[in-house]
C-alpha cells in the first residue's frame, strides 16, 4: 500500500533564522520539503562593549526593583559577561532582591538556571503583555531593568518612562548582518525568481534584514512583489511579522509562537494555495519544484517548471514555442542554455501524446481564451439598508483603481446571488471572499454555489482577514474614537462554530493587539464564547470597543450601545481595505496566469 505523500514534499522553503537553523531545516525536512538556508543576520554578543558593563554596574549600585528578562540566550550572556568582569556575584545578588519577569519560557528557564527566584511570565509569551503587567501597577521612581533582545525596545521603555519609571537599559548582543553575505544574496535571488514557495521568520530583525538585502541588491521591488504573491511568508509571531507588516507584506502565523507550530502551519497552508487541474484523466498539481501527478511529487527543472507553468494558465490551447522560450528565458536567467534545454527536454519526455513538437506544447483540458478575468466580490449579505452600500463602494473603488470589471455577489439573505452575478460573464472569473475570516460561508457556502452556478473557470483567493492592513484600519478608526495608548481595548467579532474562524479572528486580534501595544483576546457578538456584552459588563477600566466587522449593520449597532466608552466605526470601504481586495485579486491571478505572459491587458 502506498504511503501518503508528505505534506510539504516538492515545495521549497527558504529560512531567514541564524539560531535553530539546523532544527528547523530538519523540521521542514522531515515533512517533505526541499531547504535553502540563508540567515539573515547574526548574533554578536557584547561582553566587550562600554554599555553592557555601564548597565550591570548601574544594576550592583543601585539594584533595580524589577527585571524583565527578554530572551534565554540574553539573559545568560549578561550573567556570563558580568562573571568575566569579576562581577557575578554582585550582580546575582542585586537582581536576587528584584521582581523578575521573564517573556517567555526560554528566559524564565535562563532566570532558575541562574539561581534567582522564578519569574513571571505573560501566557501570551508577547511584549505586550508583559508591558500591559507592569503597567497595571504604580511604577513612579520605580528602577526598571530591561534586559534587550538585539536591538533598542523603545515603545516598551517609553511606556515605562512616561509611567514614571527609571528605566535601565542592558544591552547584551546585537543582530549584525550575516558572516555569509553569499547564502543571504542567494535567499533573496531564489525569492525574486519565486522559485522558493515560502520563507519562514523567526525574529523580527531577520525579516527586517531580508529586506535590507533586497535593497542593497537593488531588488527590494521583485522581493516585495514575490512575497505579496507566489511567496508565502511565514513568520512565528506579530512581532517577527512587524517589519513585513509595516510594508504590506502578508504572512501566516501559528496560534502558539513555536517553531514546530510554525512548521505545522506551513503544512497546513501551503499546498492550498496550488490549484489542481485534471489532465488526460489524472490530477496535476504544480508544486515548486514538482509536479503533483495523482499526489505523487514528481522533480521537475526550473526550466520545466517554467514551462509547465504556462501550459498549465492555458489548459486546452496551443502555446508556440517563442512563448515558451520566453518562459523559459525568465526561469533560466542564471543558468546555461544547456541546463534550460535539459528542463525542455523533460517536460516533453514526461507529457507524451499531449500535442507537443518542435514548435508547439499543450495540455489537453477544456479552458476558455486569456483575458483580463472580472472581479467577482463576494459578501455575507444583510437586510440592514448599511450594509451593502460599503461593498458597493469597495468595489466601485476597486474597478476605478484597476480598470478592471467588478461585480457584487452575497452567500447569503440578499442578492443578487452567486449565480446572478456569474450570468452572462465568459472565460476566467476570480472570486474574492470579501469575509474577515475563513469560515463555513468561505469553505462550504461560496464553492458549493460557485459549483452550482455551473461557471468552470473561477478562482477564489483567499479571504480579506485575517490581514495587517485590516488591523491598521481597526488602529485607524480607533483612534477616530478617542482611543489613546494605554487605554483598554476590547476586540469584537461577529461570532462563529468554525474552529478555523475562531483561529483567524484570534490572529486578527493579535495583530491589533501588536499595534495598540496589549494582548487582545477576542469576544463575539453571538455564538461564541466570550461574548463581548459579558466582557464590557466586567468591573474595570473604561474601554473602547474595536469591532471587526466589514460593514455596519445590527451586530455594530449592539456594540455602539454597550457600557464602554466608545465603539469604533466598523472596517468599512478604507482606501488599505481597497488595496486589500487589489492583492487578493492579483495573487489569484499569478496563480492562474504565468507572470512572464502578464502584458498592459493582464493582472500583475
Known amino acids: 500500500m502506498r504511503e501518503p505523500p508528505m505534506p510539504l514534499a516538492g515545495f521549497t522553503v527558504g529560512v531567514t533564522a541564524a539560531r535553530r537553523v539546523d532544527e528547523q531545516t530538519a523540521l521542514l525536512a522531515r515533512c517533505g520539503a526541499r531547504v535553502l538556508p540563508g540567515a539573515a543576520l547574526r548574533i554578536v554578543p557584547v561582553a566587550d562593549d562600554a554599555r553592557l558593563r555601564a548597565a550591570t554596574e548601574r544594576c550592583v549600585e543601585a539594584p533595580p526593583s524589577v527585571v524583565v528578562a527578554t530572551t534565554g540566550i540574553g539573559f545568560r550572556g549578561w550573567v556570563e559577561a558580568a562573571e568575566g568582569w569579576g562581577l557575578g556575584a554582585d550582580l546575582l545578588s542585586a537582581l536576587g532582591s528584584a521582581r523578575l519577569l521573564a517573556r517567555g519560557p526560554k528566559a524564565r528557564g535562563a532566570v532558575r538556571a541562574a539561581g534567582l527566584p522564578d519569574a513571571w511570565s505573560p501566557e501570551s509569551e508577547s511584549s505586550a503583555e508583559l508591558l500591559a503587567h507592569l503597567l497595571a501597577a504604580p511604577l513612579a521612581g520605580v528602577r526598571v531593568a530591561v534586559q534587550l533582545h538585539g536591538r533598542p525596545l523603545p515603545e516598551f521603555t517609553a511606556a515605562l518612562r512616561s509611567a514614571g519609571a527609571e528605566v535601565v537599559e542592558v544591552p547584551v548582543y546585537r543582530w549584525c548582518p550575516p558572516a555569509d553575505t553569499a547564502a543571504l544574496a542567494a535567499l533573496v535571488d531564489a525569492v525574486c525568481a519565486r522559485e522558493l514557495d515560502a520563507v519562514t521568520f523567526t525574529s523580527a530583525p531577520a525579516a527586517a534584514g531580508l529586506l535590507a538585502r533586497a535593497t542593497e541588491q537593488g531588488c527590494r521591488r521583485e522581493l516585495l512583489a514575490a512575497l505579496r504573491g507566489p511567496v508565502l511568508a511565514a513568520c512565528v509571531g506579530p512581532v517577527t511579522h512587524a517589519p513585513l507588516a509595516e510594508v504590506d507584506v502578508p504572512a501566516v502565523l501559528p496560534r502558539r509562537a513555536r517553531l514546530g507550530a510554525l512548521v505545522r502551519e506551513l503544512c497546513e ?23 503533483a501527478v495523482d499526489g505523487v511529487p514528481r522533480p521537475l527543472s526550473p526550466g520545466g517548471k517554467a514551462l509547465l507553468r504556462v501550459l498549465l494558465a492555458r489548459p486546452g490551447e496551443v502555446v508556440a514555442r517563442e512563448e515558451l522560450a520566453a518562459a523559459l528565458a525568465v526561469a533560466v536567467r542564471r543558468r546555461t542554455r544547456r541546463g534550460a534545454s535539459r528542463g525542455t527536454a523533460a517536460v516533453r519526455a514526461r507529457r507524451p501524446g499531449t500535442g507537443a513538437d518542435g514548435d508547439q506544447a499543450r495540455l489537453p483540458a477544456a479552458a476558455g481564451g486569456r483575458v483580463t478575468p472580472p472581479l467577482l466580490l463576494v459578501a455575507h449579505g444583510t437586510r440592514d439598508p448599511a450594509g451593502p452600500p460599503v461593498v458597493d463602494r469597495i468595489a466601485a473603488a476597486v474597478a476605478e483603481r484597476a480598470g478592471i470589471a467588478v461585480r457584487t455577489a452575497y452567500v447569503d439573505v440578499i442578492g443578487p446571488t452567486v449565480a446572478e452575478a456569474l450570468d452572462g460573464l465568459d472565460g476566467p472569473v476570480v472570486a474574492v471572499p470579501a469575509f474577515l475570516a475563513a469560515g463555513y460561508h468561505v469553505r462550504v457556502d461560496l464553492p458549493a454555489q460557485l459549483a452550482a452556478a455551473g461557471h468552470e473557470d473561477v478562482t477564489t483567493s483567499a479571504p480579506l482577514g485575517p490581514d495587517p492592513a485590516l488591523a491598521e484600519v481597526m488602529l485607524r478608526r480607533l483612534r477616530a474614537a478617542g482611543w489613546r495608548p494605554g487605554a483598554a481595548v476590547v476586540f469584537a467579532a461577529a461570532g462563529s462554530t468554525d474552529p478555523r474562524a475562531l483561529a483567524d479572528v484570534r490572529t486578527a486580534a493579535r495583530l491589533l493587539g501588536a499595534r495598540c501595544g496589549q494582548v487582545l ?69 499569478r496563480e492562474v496566469f504565468d507572470p512572464v505572459r502578464a502584458g498592459p491587458g493582464h493582472p500583475r
Open 521 to 589: 483576546r477576542p469576544s463575539y457578538v453571538t455564538t461564541a464564547a466570550p461574548r463581548t456584552a459579558e466582557v464590557c459588563a466586567e468591573p474595570g477600566p473604561e474601554r473602547f470597543v474595536a469591532p471587526y466587522l466589514l460593514a455596519p449593520g445590527r451586530f455594530h449597532r449592539g456594540l455602539a450601545a454597550l457600557p464602554v466608552r466608545a465603539a469604533a466605526a466598523p472596517i468599512g470601504a478604507h482606501p488599505l481595505v481597497v488595496d486589500l481586495v487589489l492583492r487578493r485579486y492579483r495573487s489569484a491571478c
Open 269 to 291: 497552508r501551503l499546498p492550498g494555495r496550488y490549484p489542481s487541474l485534471p489532465v488526460a484523466g489524472r490530477t496535476l498539481q504544480l508544486r515548486g519544484h514538482a509536479a
